[in-house]
């Protein structure tokens, strides 16, 4: 059984950092397109980031790149989403979606395989 869960999220500060999780188990990590998708109330579902299986390469969102890191640690099978920087704007659902597939640099979902969501709110 294939199964993703997100941790980490919670209450932080504009300008501050939070680091999200996303365990992974019954599937190679490092053998699957794997990546972040946040959702807030009224607004369009995004794709935040996303690595690819092929090579390892990252790839972000217009409106976190330079702020958002993700990694992999195959060890622990465990993605994550290192978020520096934050803004009001980035207040969402945090969800870890797997087996995606990426075009022209952009993280889509394929096949429905997503984690329940870790919420993360940024106010002062």
């Known amino acids: 059984q294939e199964q993703l869960v997100e941790s980490g999220g919670g209450l932080v500060q504009p300008g501050g950092s939070l680091r999200l999780s996303c365990a992974v188990s019954?599937?190679?990590?490092?053998?699957?397109?794997i990546g972040w998708f946040r959702q807030a109330p009224g607004k369009v579902h995004e794709g935040v980031s996303c690595i690819s299986r092929l090579d390892g390469t990252t790839y972000y969102a217009d409106s976190v790149k330079g702020r958002f890191t993700i990694s992999r640690d195959s060890a622990k099978n465990t993605v994550y989403l290192q978020m520096d920087r934050l803004k009001p704007d980035d207040t969402a659902t945090y969800y870890c979606a797997a087996h995606l597939n990426i075009v022209n640099g952009r993280c889509y979902d394929a096949m429905n395989k997503w984690g329940k969501g870790t919420l993360v709110t940024v106010s002062s």
């Open positions: 019954g599937f190679d990590l490092d053998r699957t397109n």
